[in-house]
């Protein structure tokens, strides 16, 4: 799964660290997420796009 | 945290308390009743090694409820530890199932003790080896 969480987060001028933080999971998480390595849960995925202010979670989610 | 997780963490914790204390119990009637006096992983009886573990137990109960503040709820931990523990189910049946008829054919004889111990060890470094690998791939 591809994402846009490295820019969204970029724009906000978030860390790995603060946005695993906010999410309350693990920076090992996000940089498996940013890496598409790892397909969130449906859970996650919403709370990734509310803090990153994205409209839908497609915004941040792209299915290859 | 919501609700329904601190529920859960809390029966969890209240079945540990329960655990360590049955380990304990029945460490101390069987070193009273003179049971199980034999060598057993290095301890004089089967009782004082339970006692030990009950307390092990009751010991890793209460640091995990003064840490749990701390603790990070991580779903890809969650999920690698998953599919690294359907790996050591696998091996458990699949050894099993080997083992059975290795014993068949030419019979094992090896103290169950050791045997017990042996497969744990070999059952962790599967569970290690396969956590590492997934945590890798995923």
């Known amino acids: 799964m591809k994402t846009n969480i490295t820019q969204l987060r970029k724009k906000l001028?978030?860390?790995q660290e603060q946005l695993a933080n906010k999410?309350?999971?693990t920076r090992?998480?996000?940089?498996?997420l940013e890496q598409g390595k790892y397909n969130p849960s449906l859970e996650l995925a919403y709370k990734i796009t509310k803090i990153l202010n994205a409209e839908k979670i497609e915004d941040v989610f792209l299915i290859k | 945290m919501t609700i329904s997780k601190k529920i859960i963490t809390t029966k969890k914790s209240i079945a540990k308390f329960i655990f360590a204390g049955i380990l304990i119990i029945s460490g101390i009637l069987l070193n009273y009743f003179n049971l199980g006096k034999v060598e057993f992983f290095s301890y004089n009886s089967v009782?004082?090694?339970l006692i030990f573990c009950g307390f092990i137990v009751l010991i890793t109960s209460i640091m995990i409820i003064f840490t749990k503040k701390n603790k990070i709820y991580d779903e890809r931990n969650e999920k690698i530890s998953i599919r690294a523990m359907s790996w050591v189910w696998f091996f458990l049946f699949f050894g099993g199932f080997i083992i059975?008829?290795?014993d068949?054919?030419?019979?094992?004889?090896?103290r169950i003790s050791e045997f017990i111990s042996y497969s744990i060890c070999a059952l962790?470094?599967?569970?290690?080896?396969f956590y590492y690998?997934?945590?890798k791939r995923m």
């Open chain 1, 28 to 32: 090992q998480t996000i940089i498996s």
């Open chain 2, 100 to 102: 059975m008829i290795i």
């Open chain 2, 124 to 129: 962790l470094l599967i569970y290690s080896v």
């Open chain 2, 104 to 110: 068949g054919i030419s019979p094992i004889n090896i």
């Open chain 1, 23 to 25: 999410v309350n999971v």
């Open chain 2, 47 to 49: 009782g004082s090694y």
């Open chain 2, 133 to 135: 690998i997934y945590s």
């Open chain 1, 13 to 15: 001028n978030l860390t």
